[in-house]
């Protein structure tokens, strides 16, 4: 529970140090955007916590996202899939405002880290927003990346990044050593034991969803795939059975609800009889089964941490 005399303490800080109210709350807010800008939560929790900090500060919480444009978050479709955006960048491979789905991100990284393999490179420190729909709810999670001989693909980065911060919770307050004496107590007052469960979610929602997410791809492509497989005038008919399965999916996965018996669809069956050695071809609703009961299996956050990068 936040204490409601913030804008007591903030004047009382203020004459200590001999500041302004005003700038004070121009360096709170941008430590704070440091805390969701190094991966620590997301914006709109970052968004929630500067709200109750500064509820009994006028116009103080606009001023959290005026630098950044972090208030308008984008409109995204309940059948879409997370769009990653890359923001900071050294790599030249990934330019500034350059956008993909997150499938694409994490192909893309994944296969730009693999080509630097045996290159002496160096390093190269890249950050992304990724804009997606949990529970009906459009959200932003920034994640800061490196690129370069041994680094791992994004989603990989991302679980190591939460796990390391979950495991030395030292290291994600670390930002409010920047702030001065007085306003720093306060800060780690009010934020610091949020931070934690804010990974928590990270590491057993966010992580969780955006490995579902990439995993819906994996099946979209190998629906791709069979369908190739298949007589021409069986193709267009399997290929729409296959796609409205997979908006389904992605829809119950951005909204949280389950699919409803009704809508699993079942893909067409060829008359024509197999030939020897042909590999018996597996429904949409089969496929859809599948991914379901994947999805009751997958634990509740990160187990283990990633082997550590170069």
Known sequence: MFPIDTNNRMKEIAGNLRRDVKDLLGESANIVTGIFKD??????????RWRNFTRDISGAFVSLFKSTNEALLPDLSPEQQPIVTVMES????LPIGARMTLSEAETRIGELNHSYWDSDEPERPVRVAIDYMLDGEVDRYWLPLRTG????SLLEQMAYHVETNLKHP??????FADAPAGLRELLHEQFGPQLHDDLEKLAGRVLTFFQQHHTITKLEQQFQTQAAAMPQREQEKFLQYAKAAVTDLRKAANTSKTIA???E???PVSPVP???GDRPRQSVKVKLHQIKKERSKVPSRVKSRPAPER
Request: hydrophobic content about 35%; overall charge positive.
């Open 39 to 48: 991966g620590l939560c997301t914006v709109r929790g970052a968004a929630n």
């Open 90 to 93: 050294m790599d030249e491979n």
């Open 149 to 152: 001989p041994g680094c791992r």
């Open 170 to 175: 030292e290291e994600a307050v670390r930002l």
């Open 261 to 263: 018996p009704a809508q």
């Open 265 to 267: 669809r079942t893909a």
């Open 274 to 276: 197999a030939r020897c």
